[in-house]
Structure formats: structure tokens, C-alpha cells
């Protein structure tokens, strides 16, 4: 049986305020009164949609090897690298390269839904797992800059403990453009909403999910939870009604709280959903854009016996407002600082030293003596134990997933942040080893010697000379 084994999400920390929004733009904009309500993602400035992946696949992984992954899919429309493998990233990032087929899946908003497939299709084969993350941009001033949300989602498939099957898909892929974003553009254009509308979702989605459901014997009143994304908010409910699916069964698009997560929403959705789904219950998932794919899955009695993970509804939950709009505007370099002197010094990334110590750098792989059992980091020839001093003594260990605590913090104002003041410090692990690192999405009242912190992998600094090098590393958070 295939189908789904483990799901998880991540959803950034910062929660944009639309009211913010609105208010530092009605002067030219009033018309945006109307969405000036609840509040969408807002991503950090050292994230980006592979930072996202990496905890949304974290959260999906749990206490499963990473290593056990056959295939690893990675949807997105913003990938920091247009030639670069970006999934490639994340998998240095989870330790697994040897006997992994990775591949970037782009140029549309079903490419998430599209990655779900193959991974799906890819599972008998072992483990395989799809991540989709998006971070879009948007015009100032736009009705997307209140739509649109940060986020991830994360699912591993394969054929032991399933907890959601494969009954059946259905793809089609026609060239109906109701918005598109060009090489040399940052933003999407967008088409008239009533004619996207008319023309394409009532055309193209229930002869769709009429096929779907034929391929699997069910009819629209056996669907459970109707999951399909949409910045209309009253189509879904159309779709679902001229599918003969009932009202009750769609899915809340969390656009409230979250915000349209782009090529990653409706897997979101589905993660949202396999929070609360029961055995026997049905799903279908819609992911639209260029065609439609439609997944239909099963819960099974499994689901009820996963581990406890954060899930879109804890990383929900996790949540800081804010209202500074400008912030907003700075983090997604929308806004030309003054960055002050400091920041000019040259951020080239030695390509060489990244390969050969890429385990240390994206997998924060430290090492552990096999003589007295020491933990350090990083890993080194000789044991840094005075009382052992073995050599070539350590194995590989992975702390990435083990919680710190500070052991000393310094807030910076002298050195340039992107949201000053930098927060750095020694932090150490209980299992041994310690090193000097950045603190992330902290407040003051948080930081404090013994303060619990959880490792992030996070965007370091961004060589703007030389194209955009993004260099990577992790970073400590708060519990």
C-alpha cells in the first residue's frame, strides 16, 4: 500500500498585520480597506523558501534517518538558485546525499501538488519525500502583498505505517495563464479575477474531479475534506458544488491567519488537515495552475498513532504581530537602508572549503570520540578531552536536532544586522561541545544564560557581489 507515512509544516515566526499594511498605504491605495483584516506570514530576513523546507522537513522526519530517503522532491516558484540544485541544499542539510535522487519541481502553482505525485509514484521504490516553500514577492501597495503568506510543507511517502493511501490522481496541463511572473520580473502579474474565474476554474476543475473520482468508484458525497487554495475565497465552495461535494467538507485556506502560501498552500492545507482526519475519511487535494492535479487519499488508523509533531497548527501557534510595516518592506530588500559602513566588507563564499566541510556547515555535524564518548564541534583529528587526546578517534555527530542552552549572549549594536541588534553567544549542548552562534527570531525577555534554544538552519549573509551566493548555516532560537 502506498500513500503518506509522516507530513509536517513549518510557518515563519512573524505575523504581518494587514492592518499595517493598509494603514501605510491607503493614501494611495483605500481600496484595501476591505483586506485589511487578520494577518499573513511574514518570513524573517534570513529565511528563504529552502530555510523553510529544511524545518518543514525536519518536523516531517521526526526520529526517522534522513538517510533512509530515496527521492527528495522540492517544489517551489522562488528558488534562491536558478542554476543550482536547490533541493540539493536540503539534502546537506538532513545528511543524505549517497543514493538520493533530488530534483527542483517549479513553474507553477500545482507544482506542489505535482511533486506529491511523483513522490507518491516513487515510493515503491523506498522513502521519498516532497517539500514545497514559497516566499514570494509583491508590489507595494498590491491586494497580494495582504494574500499572500511565507510557509512550508513537508511529507514523507512510502508502503510501511501508511497513514493517509493513494487511491487515485488525475492531471491535467493546458495553458491557461490567470497570472504569471517573467525571468526579469520579481512579481506576478495577475489576470481579471471574474474571467480566471469563468474561464478557468469552472471549466477545467469539474470535468477534473468528475475523471478523479470515476478513477477511484466514489462519487462526491464520499469526500470527506475538499482541500483546494484559491485567493478567491468563494470558488472553493463553487468547485466543491458543482463536484456534488458538500459545503461542510471544504477545508478552512487559512487566509486569516497565514496567508496564501503559493506553490506550498495546498499541501499546507493537507497537513492542516491530517491533524484532525480519521480513519476512513477521504481526502482530495486540488492544486491548480497551468491544468489541475487532483490526489485523492484515505486515512487510515495509522494516522492516529504518529508521533506528536508541530505541524502547521503549532508553528500557528508560534507566532510574534507585527506591525512595522517598513520592517516588512526592509527584510524583502523593498526598502534601500542606509547600511551604514559596517555591512561593506566582501562576503565571498571559498566553494572549496564549502565541499569539504559541508557536513560541518549545512548538517551542523560535529564529532564524537569513540574512546571517552566526548562531544564536540567542531569535529577535529585529535579529542579536545585533556584527558584522552585520542586520534582519529570521533564518528560523525549530528546536532542539529539537539536543544541547547546559552551559555553567554551578546546584543550588538555596533555591527550590522538586518534587524539590529544582532543577537549572538556561546551556546553548548548537554552531550558535550559548544561553539559561538547567531541568535534568530529571540526577543530580549528571551535571552538568557541557560535559556533553552533550538537549532534553525538559516540564510548567514548573501554575496550580492558576486550574484547572489546565499551562504547557509544554523542558527539558535528560542524553545
Known amino acids: 500500500m502506498v500513500g503518506i507515512v509522516a507530513y509536517g509544516a513549518y510557518v515563519p515566526r512573524l505575523r504581518l498585520q ?74 546537506s542539510a538532513l545528511t543524505v546525499e549517497q543514493g538520493l535522487m533530488a530534483s527542483d519541481v517549479a513553474g507553477s502553482q500545482k507544482a506542489g501538488t505535482s511533486a506529491l505525485i511523483a513522490s507518491l509514484r516513487a515510493a515503491e521504490g523506498g522513502p521519498s519525500m516532497v517539500v514545497a516553500s514559497d516566499k514570494r514577492l509583491t508590489r507595494v501597495a498590491s491586494a497580494t502583498e495582504m494574500q499572500y503568506g511565507d510557509g512550508a510543507a513537508a511529507f514523507l511517502c512510502g508502503t510501511d505505517k501508511v497513514i493517509a493511501k493513494l487511491v487515485a490522481t488525475h492531471s491535467v496541463s493546458m495553458d491557461f495563464v490567470d497570472h504569471f511572473r517573467g525571468d526579469e520580473s520579481d512579481f506576478d502579474y495577475g489576470w481579471e479575477e471574474r474571467w480566471i474565474r469563468d474561464e478557468g476554474y469552472v471549466k477545467i476543475v469539474p470535468p477534473a474531479v468528475k475523471a478523479a473520482l470515476a478513477a477511484a468508484n466514489l462519487k462526491g458525497a464520499d469526500i470527506a475534506h475538499f482541500i483546494m487554495a484559491s485567493l478567491m ?114 562576503k565571498k563564499t571559498a566553494l572549496s572549503i564549502l565541499w569539504r566541510k559541508r557536513d560541518m556547515i549545512y548538517g551542523l555535524v560535529g564529532g564524537k570520540c569513540r574512546v571517552c564518548g566526548t562531544v564536540q564541534f567542531p569535529k577535529s583529528q585529535v579529542c579536545v578531552n585533556p584527558n584522552c587526546h585520542a586520534v582519529d578517534s570521533q564518528d560523525d555527530y549530528r546536532m542539529s536536532g539537539l536543544e541547547a542552552s546559552v551559555m553567554s549572549f551578546t546584543a ?48 548567514r549573509d548573501n554575496d550580492q557581489m558576486r550574484g547572489g551566493f546565499k551562504r547557509y548555516f544554523w542558527k539558535a532560537t528560542p524553545v
Not at 499573513?40 to 533512509?68: F, H, I, P, Q, Y
Not at 506550498?264 to 489541475?292: C, D, S, W, Y
Not at 550590522?416 to 525577555?445: H, L, N, Q, V
Not at 535559556?451 to 538559516?458: I, L, P, S
Open 412 to 459: 550588538d549594536s555596533l555591527t550590522y544586522s538586518p534587524d539590529p541588534p544582532a543577537w549572538y553567544g556561546m551556546i553548548t549542548f548537554p552531550e558535550g561541545g559548544r561553539f559561538m552562534a547567531d541568535f534568530t527570531d529571540c526577543d530580549k525577555e528571551q535571552v538568557k544564560v541557560g535559556a533553552k534554544m533550538r537549532m534553525t538552519f538559516r540564510i
Open 18 to 91: 494587514r492592518q499595517a499594511v493598509y494603514d501605510a498605504n491607503k493614501w494611495f491605495a483605500p481600496n484595501l480597506r476591505g483586506q485589511a483584516k487578520g494577518e499573513r506570514s511574514m518570513a524573517n530576513w534570513d529565511e528563504d523558501s529552502v530555510t523553510m523546507a529544511v524545518e518543514a522537513a525536519r518536523d516531517c522526519l521526526g526520529e526517522v534517518d534522513a538517510k533512509s530517503l530515496r527521492n527528495l522532491h522540492f517544489a517551489s516558484t522562488t528558488l534562491p538558485f536558478k542554476d543550482r540544485q536547490n533541493a540539493g541544499v536540503i539534502a
Open 233 to 346: 475565497p468563494a470558488v472553493p465552495k463553487q468547485m466543491a458544488k458543482m463536484s456534488g461535494i458538500a459545503e461542510t467538507a471544504v477545508r478552512d485556506m487559512l487566509s486569516d491567519r497565514l496567508g496564501d502560501t503559493g506553490t506550498a498552500h495546498p499541501l499546507v492545507m493537507l497537513a492542516h488537515t491530517l491533524e484532525t482526519a480519521k480513519a476512513g475519511e477521504r481526502i482530495m487535494v486540488l492544486g491548480f495552475g497551468q491544468g489541475l492535479d487532483v490526489i485523492i487519499l484515505e486515512a487510515t488508523g495509522e494516522l492516529a498513532k504518529l508521533p506528536k509533531r508541530m505541524g502547521v497548527s503549532g508553528w500557528l501557534a508560534r507566532r510574534k504581530a507585527e506591525t512595522n510595516y517598513l520592517k516588512f518592506l526592509a527584510f524583502n530588500e523593498m526598502l534601500p537602508i542606509d547600511k551604514g559602513m559596517r555591512a561593506e566588507f566582501d
